[in-house]
């Protein structure tokens, strides 16, 4: 059985809460990702930030790009999953909260991110569909 560190991606670029959203699209922009795990000053995870949170939280609000925070527009964590979670278990969770990305955390400290490619990469293609009917099929 496959667990979380043999599909989690850990080379991850973050942001931290103080950090702008205009630094964070850049970030996002260089490294053809669409959302951070955002970083409290501290080191803990806080949250994730999302190119879509940048635009309707941000640009849609007429924020201020350059002095706005990500602190203040990220999303909260929801669930975690440590490094040694069983894969049925995080396509479980993946599904029934109907999230496409899902931080592992080991020790209180981020260590990866499971996202949807993650999945498709990794995961048998009868999982991989039991977690897209759960996250796309329902109205």
Do not use: N
């Not at 955002?38 to 640009?59: F, W, Y």
């Amino acid at each position: 059985m496959s667990t979380a560190r043999e599909i989690m991606t850990a080379d991850m670029h973050t942001v931290t809460e103080e950090q702008t959203l205009a630094h964070a699209a850049a970030v996002m922009r260089d490294h053809g990702v669409g959302s951070l795990p955002v970083l409290a000053m501290d080191g803990a995870l806080s949250g994730i930030v999302t190119d879509r949170d940048i635009v309707v939280r941000g640009v849609a609000e007429g924020a201020d790009l350059t002095t706005t925070t990500v602190g203040s527009i990220a999303q909260g964590i929801v669930s975690t999953v440590g490094p040694d979670e069983e894969v049925d278990r995080i396509v479980d969770t993946m599904g029934d909260q109907q999230i496409k990305r899902l931080p592992v955390v080991d020790g209180g400290r981020l260590v990866g991110m499971i996202s949807e490619s993650d999945l498709a990469r990794h995961v048998s293609e009868d999982k991989v569909a039991h977690f897209v009917q759960m996250v796309y099929g329902r109205g």
